[in-house]
């Protein structure tokens, strides 16, 4: 018997559905784990196997395998924690596998069986949404998981409450959205009018944290477009709670000399954000009749 259970694997702000396929096979114990995981997803094993044995448990003595499929795509992060360990207990026929089959499930796991919350729960919840599936995460991220909308949470504190909440035997309480703070300390690209390619290329900027340069006249709109970046999907792919604008702070450093070169006489004005956990420097300076901003993801 082969369990499989639902989660997701992110590119970005790209969520891609990825099947965890358990099996136990006769032979000598073995935990073994493919489907191109990156170190957190291979020290998984461990967390699982405590979290199972602080249940009061214990591995079958057979060979454990664990396929993330598709097996050609990158897997990373530690919210695999959690539907490896449904996947494995469906597989030892402590968990009805087809009631799994309803949702998605992120989390990480502690030693002890408790759900640690993992980056990316908003897009998770999206991407099930989307699905006409449930989603299954910790407790600590399911107000950041009811944003989503109208879809079915179920956002537990450790793995045996969330068992127990399977079984039927202790339901979990449905999870309220939180609260969104709508910040007005600064600029908003909403208060740009028009130019949709020039927005697009800074949400993707702050996305995926790369390099921009911005070439144009000494106008308004361009240290707008700059200062006013807001992705409400950022702060929850890096692990922060979503729907809270991003940061923005601005300081003034002095002289400098601008990025791509330029006079020694002239000065520069450095300016600093931080969006989604990634700080975006800014060097201004005239050149002749034009204004060029730089900006550097890090």
């Not at 399977?166 to 609260?179: I, S, Y």
Request: with cysteine.
């Amino acid at each position: 018997m082969v369990a499989i259970v639902s989660t997701l694997a992110y590119l970005g702000l790209e969520a891609r559905a990825v099947e965890v396929q358990v099996q136990l096979i006769p032979g000598l114990p073995a935990f073994n784990l493919v489907g191109l995981a990156d170190k957190a997803v291979g020290e998984s094993r461990e967390r699982v196997r405590g979290a199972i044995a602080a249940m009061g448990l214990s591995l079958p003595p057979k060979r454990i395998a664990v396929n993330l499929s598709p097996a050609d795509l990158p897997k990373e992060g530690s919210h695999f924690d959690l539907p490896i360990a449904l996947a494995l207990l469906a597989a030892m026929g402590l968990v009805d596998a087809a009631a799994l089959e309803r949702y998605v499930v992120v989390g990480e796991l502690g030693l002890d069986g408790r759900l640690a919350p993992s980056p990316g729960v908003l897009l998770a919840a999206l991407h099930a949404g989307a699905a006409g599936r449930g989603l299954i995460c910790p407790a600590a991220q399911g107000s950041e998981a009811a944003w989503a909308g109208r879809i079915e949470v179920i956002a537990a504190p450790d793995l045996i409450a969330l068992l127990n909440h399977l079984k039927g035997r202790q339901l979990l309480a449905a999870p309220r959205p939180g609260e969104v703070i709508e910040r007005r300390d600064g600029p908003d690209l909403r208060q740009v009018r028009g130019q949709e390619s020039a927005k697009r290329a800074l949400e993707v900027a702050a996305a995926g944290a790369h390099n921009l340069l911005i070439i144009g006249k000494p106008v308004w709109g361009n240290e707008c477009r700059t200062e006013a970046i807001r992705v409400d999907n950022c702060p929850s792919a890096f692990g922060r709670s979503a729907g809270q604008t991003g940061r923005l702070f601005r300081r003034q450093e002095g002289a400098r000399a601008p990025a791509g070169g330029g006079g020694s006489g002239q000065s520069a004005v450095e300016q600093s954000s931080e969006v989604g956990g990634h700080s975006f420097g800014f060097w201004r300076s005239t050149l002749e009749t034009k204004q060029r901003w730089a900006c550097r993801g890090g």
